[in-house]
């Protein structure tokens, strides 16, 4: 029954910004721990961000720190990552996903993936 529909990727400039959505039925945000990942061409999957239930405690890949905020908005079931001063680097497809057991860190620990939004950032 859950869905995760992610949505908001596009070509854009480095030092551009993005805000992708990832808008979820079947589960409710603010009592479920999601997260974001992304997966480069040839690459595995791997951590962007998770933020976690009730208290809302977040956690970032060193690589975006400083220029990614994971968010909800409990109103619209919905979590968010906004992306600043984005890079050629993080072109990615970029999944949503539901933790269910393990770590938070861990692609192995979530499922319900989304179908995925393909974020490009030029040079």
């Known amino acids: 029954q859950v869905r995760l529909v992610e949505s908001g990727g596009r070509l854009v400039q480095a030092g551009g910004s993005l805000r992708l959505s990832c808008a979820a039925t079947g589960l409710t945000v603010s009592t479920s721990t999601m997260g974001w990942f992304r997966q480069a061409p040839g690459k595995e999957r791997e951590f962007v961000a998770t933020?976690?239930?009730?208290?809302?405690?977040?956690y970032y890949a060193e690589s975006v720190k400083g220029r990614f905020t994971i968010s909800r908005d409990n109103a619209e079931n919905t979590v968010h990552l906004q992306m600043n001063n984005l890079k050629p680097e993080d072109t990615a497809v970029y999944y949503c996903g539901q933790f269910s057991a393990g770590s938070m860190f861990a692609r192995s620990s979530y499922e319900n993936w989304g179908q995925g939004t393909q974020v490009t950032v030029s040079s």
């Open positions: 933020i976690t239930w009730a208290v809302g405690t977040t």
